[in-house]
Every structure is written in structure tokens, then in C-alpha cells.
């Protein structure tokens, strides 16, 4: 049986996370209209091929970067490691194929500060039609493809890595942290994880096991604990400690 997400949606985690913690460089790949970066605080670098921004994205950031382009072309472009960039939040929401997430977590990883957090969203399928890799007959509403795979995998690949799976509606966040710039484990054998999971169904792999493979986290008790999971790469906690503009 599938155990759909019923914690504080994600946009409001998200939200009240940026505006709890400040990171030095935030990162988000899949960005569309700019809802959900649009409330970051910190120097941001936002990643998509077809932007259609909508909202106020510079809003109180001091650095916006927006790059449109695949994250493939973004990561190989080198743009991270020539500015010496640290990321201590990235939010991977880029295509919805597993293959294209774990590229996005193994070029990510490379560039995160230890102690930051990667979030990778829409990992928690609530049906099956949403996990569908066919691009030309994608579901009217959620599709969250089979970037539920990105779970077993870690789990399998890199037991070092920390998941804590948040409840966040739709379709959950996962927060990978512990995170090791230097691993190469995922990149040394990406092709033999692609070969092993691409023609593999939630239900071939098994539903049941699949929710029995973690504990659902609660966004709102997160935030209520004032966000400890982000604490490790935050600049600041609290809005009240940022140094503030001085009107002449
Ligand atoms: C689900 S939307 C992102 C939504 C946004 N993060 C939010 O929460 O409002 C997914 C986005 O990924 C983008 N995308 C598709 N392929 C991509 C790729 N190869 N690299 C980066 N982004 C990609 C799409 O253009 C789309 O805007």
C-alpha cells in the first residue's frame, strides 16, 4: 500500500526554512515559475532549462545566478568549482527521471560544504501512474517519475549517507546529509545502477517494501525544533541575529 505525504506542504517547509536559516550559497536545480527559491535569503544558483519565472527571484537575496540550461551542461560547465562555491543547501526538483537525479545528487555532493544538506524532492510516490518514465503520456497531475528510486539506491550505494524522509506534501522531501564531496562511489558505478534500476516498476521492486525501507519524518516538528537537520551549514538561525541595513 502506498503512504501518501500528509505533513505541512513543501513550499511552507521551504519557506520557513530560508527564513530560519541562512546559508552561505543555496543551489536549486528545477526551478519553473521560482516559487519555491523565491523565498531563499542566500546567495542562490538556480539551474533550469526553461524557466517561465513568475514571482519576485531576486527578492532579499545579495546573489542571484540563474542559469538556463540543463544541470547536466550546468555541472560540466565547471561554474562551481572555478568560484570556489561551498553550496550548504541544494533542492534537486530537475527531470523526474532517476538516471538524471542521481547525476544531479553526484555533481551536487562535489560541491557541498560536510555539513549542508541536499534535498531531493518527490521521492514519495502515492500511485503508481505518477512513477511513469513514458515522457509522452505523462500524468494530468503529480509526476513525480521514478525518482523514488534515488532511496533504494543510497541506501544500497552509500550507506554513509544520512536520509531522513520528510512528510512534506505531495510527494516528500528527502534530506540527504552527512554528505562526502570526496565519495566516488555513485560515479564510479552509475552505469552498472543505471543498468540495475532503469526497467525496474515501484511494484516489480515492491510497494510494501519500499515504505517499510524508512520512517516518514515530520516536516512540522522539524521546523518547530527550529530546523537541527540544516543547522551544521547555516550561517545564521534566526533573522533577528542578520546584521541589518542601517537607514541614513
Ligand atoms: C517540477 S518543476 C520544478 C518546480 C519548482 N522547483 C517548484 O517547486 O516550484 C521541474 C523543472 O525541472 C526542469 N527541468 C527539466 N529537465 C531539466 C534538466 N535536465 N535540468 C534541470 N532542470 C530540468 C523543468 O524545466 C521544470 O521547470
Known amino acids: 500500500m502506498f503512504l501518501k505525504p500528509s505533513g505541512m506542504p513543501y513550499y511552507r517547509f521551504l519557506s520557513a526554512l530560508h527564513e530560519t536559516c541562512l546559508f552561505d550559497w543555496y543551489l536549486e536545480v528545477g526551478c519553473r515559475a521560482g516559487k519555491s527559491f523565491a523565498p531563499v535569503r542566500s ?23 540563474v542559469f538556463q540550461q540543463t544541470s547536466d551542461d550546468f555541472f560540466a560547465s565547471g561554474f562551481l568549482a572555478r568560484n570556489g562555491i561551498r553550496l550548504g543547501l541544494a533542492f534537486l526538483d530537475g527531470m523526474h527521471l532517476f538516471e538524471f537525479l542521481l547525476r544531479d545528487l553526484i555533481n551536487t555532493e562535489a560541491a557541498m560544504d560536510p555539513g549542508g544538506v541536499i534535498l531531493l524532492h518527490d521521492c514519495v510516490p502515492s500511485g503508481t501512474g505518477m512513477t511513469t518514465r513514458d515522457l509522452d503520456n505523462l500524468p494530468k497531475r503529480a509526476w513525480t517519475g521514478d525518482v523514488w528510486k534515488l532511496i533504494p539506491i543510497l541506501q544500497a550505494w552509500r550507506p554513509d549517507l544520512h536520509l ?26 552509475y552505469e552498472r545502477i543505471v543498468g540495475d534500476f532503469s526497467d525496474m516498476t515501484i511494484e516489480a521492486f515492491g510497494v510494501e517494501r519500499f515504505f517499510a525501507s524508512f520512517q516518514m519524518a515530520s516536516g512540522r516538528a522539524e521546523r518547530r525544533a527550529g530546523f537541527p537537520l540544516f543547522r551544521a551549514a547555516s550561517l545564521g538561525f534566526d533573522r533577528a541575529l542578520e546584521p541589518r541595513a542601517v537607514t541614513p
Not at 52 to 65: T, Y
Not at 177 to 186: A, D, F, H, K, M
Open 43 to 65: 546567495k542562490t544558483i538556480a539551474v533550469d532549462p526553461f524557466f517561465q519565472a513568475e514571482v519576485n527571484i531576486i527578492g532579499r537575496k545579495p546573489a542571484l545566478h
Open 164 to 189: 531522513t524522509v520528510l512528510d512534506c506534501q505531495p510527494t516528500g522531501l528527502v534530506a540527504v546529509s552527512g554528505l562526502s564531496p570526496e565519495n566516488r562511489v555513485l560515479s564510479a558505478n
